[in-house]
Nanobody, 122 residues
Framework: QVQLVESGGGLVQPGGSLRLSCGAS??????????MNWYRQAPGKERELVAT????????NYADSVKGRFTVSRDNTNNTVSLQMSSLKPEDTAVYYC?????????????WGQGTQVTVSS
């Protein structure tokens, strides 16, 4: 059974930094073959894709709203993916979710973490 466990959320002042981590276990295939994504959902808003680290090649993509401020990275040896967030803004406040998808497979097989709260406020 796949488990994704996020950590590192909290309260930070505008302009500050946080690092989120997601530990993965129970994958049927090599962790390196999965697209690992970070999503976020703010109150009253739809869940949005924030950052992606693709499987196999580890290419990265970012939402325009976080480009240049957030960095996604992965450690395929330890089955972890991280999201380094800097220059945080109040509008970054949301629950952040780790998500795994294996390319070529149905989204029915996707996995989600439980989420970690990030609050940016003075």
């Amino acid at each position: 059974q796949v488990q994704l466990v996020e950590s590192g959320g909290g309260l930070v002042q505008p302009g500050g930094s946080l690092r989120l981590s997601c530990g993965a276990s129970g994958f049927a295939f090599a962790f390196s073959s999965y697209d690992m994504n970070w999503y976020r959902q703010a109150p009253g808003k739809e869940r949005e894709l924030v950052a992606t680290s693709t499987g196999y090649y580890g290419l990265t993509n970012y939402a325009d709203s976080v480009k240049g401020r957030f960095t996604v990275s992965r450690d395929n040896t330890n089955n972890t993916v991280s999201l380094q967030m800097s220059s945080l803004k109040p509008e970054d406040t949301a629950v952040y979710y780790c998500h795994a998808h294996r390319p070529g497979y149905s989204i029915l097989y996707d996995s989600w973490g439980q989420g970690t709260q990030v609050t940016v406020s003075s």
